[in-house]
């Protein structure tokens, strides 16, 4: 119960109305593939706000939890408009429980939500909606 009472506060207090309103709606959600969107929509909005308000911008030192995930930036150029580079960094500075595991999770759900919005076919019972909810609490829990 202490971890339901956690989160509500954190819904009402920390976190920004369209967020709130997006995991709310996701925790409710029957359909897997609108739960399944609701959830990546949170993680996308919250990494591209805590990206907004990181103020160092130069990783020199990648901490050994993350090593897979940032030799996974191969391409700096206009790496601040991507999501993954965002995610990494935030991972970095400021989800600092993060590691390798997340950022698979992470890149598996962008893969499946990148062929939803291309028009592929996918497979609605194999989203990977658990791994991803997971990550979303965790990504929140440092809001």
């Known amino acids: 119960m202490p971890a339901l009472v956690n989160e509500a506060v954190l819904l009402e ?33 919250h990494t591209n706000s805590t990206f907004a308000q990181l103020t160092s911008t130069g990783h020199q030192n990648y901490p050994a939890r993350l090593q897979a995930a940032v030799m996974k930036i191969d391409n700096r150029k ?16 400021t989800w600092t429980g993060l590691d390798d595991t997340d950022f698979s999770n992470f890149e598996t759900a962008k893969d499946a939500r990148d062929n939803i919005s291309h028009g592929n076919k996918i497979d ?3 989203l990977p909606i658990e791994k991803l909810e997971i990550l979303v609490r965790k990504a929140l829990s440092y809001a």
Request: net charge positive; hydrophobic share 45%.
């Open 13 to 45: 207090t920390k976190l920004q109305p369209n967020m709130r309103h997006f995991f709310n709606l996701a925790v409710n959600e029957k359909d897997s593939l609108r739960k399944f969107l609701f959830l990546y929509w949170v993680l996308e909005l």
């Open 78 to 93: 206009g790496w601040k408009k991507q999501l993954r580079q965002q995610f990494i960094s935030c991972a970095i500075e």
């Open 124 to 126: 609605h019972t194999a």
